[in-house]
C-alpha cells in the first residue's frame, strides 16, 4: 500500500501563488507516476498535470499550463504543484494521486482545498 498525502492548500486573492505538496509513503519502490487532479463545487473531477517518478516527463492541462508547474523530489517522495496566477475558477479541492507501474492511479489522497477570491 501507498500513503498520499496533501498539503498547501488555502485561500488566496485571484493573481496570488500556492504550492501544493503531494507525499508519498509505505510501499514507493516502484511508483510510476503522480498526477493532481481537482474537483470543483458541482463539477467532476478533472486531469491537472501529472509527473512519472523517473525521467520526469510531464504533462498539463490546457487550462493551467504556462501558470502551473509539477515537480519532484525523488529522495522525499514528494511531488509539488506550483500554481501561480491564481484564478477564481481555479477554486477547488486538488487531490493528489499515484500510479504504480503497470497499473492505473491506484492510491488517492484526502484532498486539499484552493480557494482564490477575485
Known amino acids: 500500500q501507498v500513503q498520499v498525502v496533501e498539503s498547501g492548500g488555502g485561500l488566496v486573492q485571484a493573481g496570488d501563488s500556492l504550492r501544493l505538496s503531494c507525499a508519498a509513503s509505505?510501499?514507493?519502490?516502484?511508483?510510476?507516476?503522480t498526477g493532481w487532479f481537482r474537483q470543483a463545487p458541482g463539477k467532476g473531477r478533472e486531469f491537472v498535470a501529472h509527473i512519472t517518478w523517473s525521467g520526469g516527463g510531464t504533462g498539463y492541462a490546457a487550462s493551467v499550463k504556462g501558470r502551473f508547474t509539477i515537480s519532484r523530489d525523488n529522495a522525499k517522495n514528494t511531488v509539488y504543484l506550483q500554481m501561480n496566477s491564481l484564478k477564481p475558477e481555479d477554486t477547488a479541492v486538488y487531490y493528489c494521486?499515484?500510479?504504480?507501474?503497470?497499473?492505473?492511479?491506484?492510491?488517492w489522497g484526502q484532498g486539499t482545498q484552493v480557494t482564490v477570491s477575485s
Open positions: 494521486a499515484i500510479a504504480p507501474r503497470g497499473s492505473g492511479y491506484d492510491f
Open positions: 509505505g510501499r514507493t519502490g516502484n511508483l510510476y507516476r
